[in-house]
C-alpha cells in the first residue's frame, strides 16, 4: 500500500488470517466516495467472515460496496482461491510458465503457486511478462512486492495514484 | 486427333482454370490446417517444436581493452540438453573485471550440459564460483552474470549484478531479471516510508552493484520456476553496455525477423550513437520460432 503521488492513501485492503486468509481489496480513486462508516462495516465484516462462506460474505459486503465499482474479495485456503472482482481489481496466477488472470470463482491452487492481487493502477505500469519474471525469480511474496515497485518506480517515481497490490506464495505447512 | 490453332484459346482457358483451382485449393488447405492447429491447441499454437535462431556481438567500444565475456552452448545439442547462453561483463575500473568475466565463461562451459530442472543447485554452483573467485582476487574484480537456459518451449534464467536478459514479445522489449543495485534498495527504503523514489535515481552511488560475481556468497537470482516461450519471442542477454547506448524503448526499431540481422543493427545502432565513453558491448539474440517439420 502506498499513497503515490497523492495527498493520503485511500484505497483500501482488509484482511482476516485465520483458517483461510479473506481479503478485501477497494480501488478508490479520487471520484469514489466511500465513507468512514462503510469502511468500519466491511471492516468488521472482513474480521468476522471466518465462519461465513464466501457467498456469505459477498452478499453481506455487496450492500456497502454496491457504490463502488471497483472492488475484490479474496479468500484462500490450502487448496483453493475463490475470488469475486467488480471493476478495475484484477488477480493473477502464475501457472506453466505464464501469467493467467483469474475468473471469478474458484480456482485450486498447488504448493508453490504464485498469486497477485492489485487494483489497475498498480498495473498501469506494468506488463505481464515483469509480473511473471519477478514471481518466478522471488524467494518470498515481500521480495516480488518489492521488484514490481521498483519497475513502477522506474516510470513513474511513485509519483501517481495510490498503489495497492496484495502478492501471495502458497507453500504447504506455513 | 488433331488440335488446330482455333482450339487455342479454350486450351488455355483450362489450363488457367485449372491453375486457379489448383491455388485455391492450396489456400483452403493452408487456411484450414492452420485453423484446426489453432483450436487444438486452445487458440494458441503448439510451440512444444521450437527452434532457436542465434547470434551475438561483442564489441570493445571506447574501452582500452575487452572485459566482456561470452558463452554459447553447443547449437547441435539443443534438442539435447537445450541452450546455455552467457554474458558477464567485467566490472570496470577494477584490475581484474576481464579475466574474471572469462573465468566466468568458462566455468559455465564445464557445468554444460546442466539440468534444465536443478536450478537452485546450478545457482549453488554459481555462488560458491563467486567465492572462490572472492578468495582469489580478495575484491580487486568483479563481473555480472547474465545467463539463459532454454530448452523446449520453457527458459531459466539466471543473474547476478546488473547485465539485462531482455524479452521481447509482440515488439514490446522487458528486462527479466531485477538489477542488483543500490538504488533497488534506496527505492524499497523511499516505498516503505510512503515517498515518492525521485531522490533514488540522483543519487550518484545509485547504480553501485550490491552483488557480483567475485563478491562473497552473492545472491544469485534464478528462476524458480521456468517461463514459457512461445513463437515470435526474441530473447536478448547483454552488458549494460546495450541498453545505455540503446533505450529500451527503441529496441522496436532494430528487431528483425533474423537474430542475425537483429544484432547486427544493435551493434551498428550503438556504434551510431558515436558515445565518447562507449563501455565494451555485447548481445546474444534469439529468436523463436516455430518448427514446421
Known amino acids: 500500500m502506498h499513497k503515490g503521488g497523492q495527498e493520503e492513501y485511500r484505497d483500501n485492503v482488509f484482511v482476516n488470517y485465520s483458517s483461510a486468509l479473506t481479503l478485501a481489496i477497494l480501488y478508490l480513486p479520487n471520484e469514489a466516495e466511500f465513507s468512514v462508516a462503510d469502511e468500519a462495516s466491511v471492516s468488521a465484516l472482513v474480521q468476522g467472515s471466518s465462519k461465513l462462506r464466501f457467498r456469505d460474505l459477498s452478499e453481506s459486503i455487496y450492500p456497502i460496496l454496491t457504490n463502488l465499482k471497483n472492488y475484490m474479495l479474496i479468500r484462500i485456503d490450502d487448496k483453493h482461491i475463490e475470488i469475486e472482482r467488480h471493476g478495475k481489481v484484477y488477480a493473477y496466477i502464475v501457472q506453466n510458465g505464464e501469467l493467467k488472470m483469474l475468473p471469478n470463482g474458484m480456482t485450486s491452487l498447488e504448493d508453490e503457486d504464485r498469486v497477485i492481487c492489485c487494483t489497475g493502477e498498480f498495473l498501469k505500469c506494468l506488463n505481464e511478462i515483469a509480473i511473471l519474471s519477478d514471481a518466478v525469480v522471488s524467494e518470498s511474496a515481500e521480495e516480488w512486492m518489492d521488484n514490481l515497485v521498483c519497475r513502477i518506480s522506474d516510470k513513474n517515481r511513485l509519483s501517481e495514484g495510490n498503489l495497492t497490490a496484495v502478492t501471495m506464495i502458497v507453500r504447504s505447512g506455513d | 486427333?488433331?488440335?488446330?490453332?482455333?482450339?487455342?484459346?479454350?486450351?488455355?482457358?483450362?489450363?488457367?482454370?485449372?491453375?486457379?483451382?489448383?491455388?485455391?485449393?492450396?489456400?483452403?488447405?493452408?487456411?484450414?490446417?492452420?485453423?484446426?492447429?489453432?483450436?487444438?491447441?486452445?487458440?494458441?499454437?503448439?510451440?512444444?517444436?521450437?527452434?532457436?535462431?542465434?547470434?551475438?556481438?561483442?564489441?570493445?567500444?571506447?574501452?582500452?581493452?575487452?572485459?566482456?565475456?561470452?558463452?554459447?552452448?553447443?547449437?547441435?545439442?539443443?534438442?539435447?540438453?537445450?541452450?546455455?547462453?552467457?554474458?558477464?561483463?567485467?566490472?570496470?575500473?577494477?584490475?581484474?573485471?576481464?579475466?574474471?568475466?572469462?573465468?566466468?565463461?568458462?566455468?559455465?562451459?564445464?557445468?554444460?550440459?546442466?539440468?534444465?530442472?536443478?536450478?537452485?543447485?546450478?545457482?549453488?554452483?554459481?555462488?560458491?564460483?563467486?567465492?572462490?573467485?572472492?578468495?582469489?582476487?580478495?575484491?580487486?574484480?568483479?563481473?555480472?552474470?547474465?545467463?539463459?537456459?532454454?530448452?523446449?518451449?520453457?527458459?531459466?534464467?539466471?543473474?547476478?549484478?546488473?547485465?539485462?536478459?531482455?524479452l521481447i514479445r509482440n515488439g514490446i522489449p522487458t528486462i527479466l531479471n531485477p538489477r542488483q543495485n543500490y538504488m533497488a534498495l534506496l527505492i524499497k527504503s523511499l516505498c516503505r516510508n510512503n515517498k515518492q523514489t525521485v531522490t533514488a535515481y540522483s543519487n550518484p552511488k545509485a547504480r553501485s552493484l550490491?552483488?557480483?560475481?567475485?563478491?562473497?556468497?552473492?545472491?544469485?537470482?534464478?528462476?524458480?520456476?521456468?517461463?514459457?516461450?512461445?513463437?515470435?519471442?526474441?530473447?536478448?542477454?547483454?552488458?549494460?553496455?546495450?541498453?545505455?547506448?540503446?533505450?529500451?524503448?527503441?529496441?522496436?526499431?532494430?528487431?528483425?525477423?533474423?537474430?542475425?540481422?537483429?544484432?547486427?543493427?544493435?551493434?551498428?545502432?550503438v556504434a551510431a550513437r558515436k558515445r565518447p565513453k562507449q563501455d565494451n558491448y555485447t548481445g546474444i539474440v534469439f529468436t523463436i520460432k516455430r518448427s514446421f517439420m
Not at chain 2, 124 to 133: A, H, I, V, Y
Open chain 2, 1 to 166: 486427333m488433331e488440335t488446330s490453332f482455333a482450339d487455342l484459346p479454350t486450351l488455355q482457358s483450362s489450363v488457367f482454370a485449372a491453375l486457379v483451382l489448383f491455388v485455391v485449393t492450396t489456400i483452403a488447405f493452408i487456411w484450414l490446417a492452420v485453423l484446426y492447429v489453432n483450436k487444438k491447441s486452445n487458440g494458441r499454437p503448439d510451440d512444444s517444436e521450437l527452434y532457436i535462431d542465434c547470434a551475438y556481438f561483442c564489441e570493445i567500444g571506447k574501452r582500452p581493452s575487452q572485459q566482456d565475456s561470452v558463452f554459447i552452448s553447443n547449437l547441435a545439442d539443443y534438442r539435447k540438453y537445450g541452450i546455455t547462453a552467457l554474458v558477464a561483463d567485467g566490472m570496470g575500473g577494477m584490475e581484474y573485471g576481464g579475466e574474471i568475466s572469462e573465468k566466468i565463461a568458462d566455468f559455465v562451459k564445464d557445468m554444460c550440459p546442466m539440468s534444465f530442472f536443478a536450478t537452485e543447485q546450478n545457482a549453488d554452483e554459481l555462488r560458491r564460483f563467486s567465492n572462490k573467485l572472492y578468495d582469489e582476487y580478495k575484491l580487486s574484480g568483479g563481473s555480472t552474470l547474465a545467463m539463459v537456459h532454454i530448452t523446449g518451449s520453457f527458459m531459466n534464467y539466471y543473474s547476478v549484478g546488473d547485465s539485462d536478459i531482455i
Open chain 2, 210 to 269: 550490491i552483488d557480483f560475481m567475485g563478491n562473497r556468497n552473492p545472491r544469485v537470482i534464478y528462476t524458480k520456476k521456468p517461463i514459457r516461450i512461445f513463437d515470435g519471442d526474441k530473447i536478448i542477454v547483454s552488458s549494460d553496455g546495450l541498453t545505455d547506448a540503446v533505450a529500451l524503448r527503441n529496441f522496436h526499431h532494430y528487431l528483425k525477423d533474423s537474430a542475425s540481422s537483429t544484432a547486427l543493427e544493435l551493434k551498428r545502432a
